[in-house]
């Protein structure tokens, strides 16, 4: 008799090469939902390599979250006071634009 495999989300989590998360950034009620740790228990720790939110995309990187790209009209400092977890500028940063329709 095996063991019973992992399954679901955790399980594609674990042997993934990378994750990437889309998400709202804030709760309905304007809360962060990124956060410097996480409230729930993790089944697949340090395995989301990008964050694309509804105001940017940010890098989940050794040093910490870097900000690759904010939506318009979005400064910095809007930006990390809606997000629980401190946030870098990268140095490559800039304004997220829409496809051209053709």
Do not use: N
Not at 8 to 28: N, Q
Not at 77 to 100: C, D, F, H, Y
């Amino acid at each position: 008799m095996t063991a019973p495999s992992v399954g679901g989300a955790m399980d594609l989590a674990v042997g993934a090469k990378a994750i990437r998360v889309l998400m709202e950034h804030t709760t309905k009620d304007g809360k962060p939902r990124i956060l410097t740790q996480c409230r729930y228990p993790l089944t697949a720790p340090h395995c989301v390599k990008v964050i694309y939110s509804s105001l940017a995309v940010i890098d989940v990187a050794p040093g910490g979250l870097v900000v690759r790209e904010t939506v318009p009209d979005l400064d910095f400092a809007q930006l990390q006071a809606v997000t629980g977890a401190a946030l870098k500028i990268s140095p490559e940063w800039r304004v997220l634009e829409a496809p051209a329709l053709s």
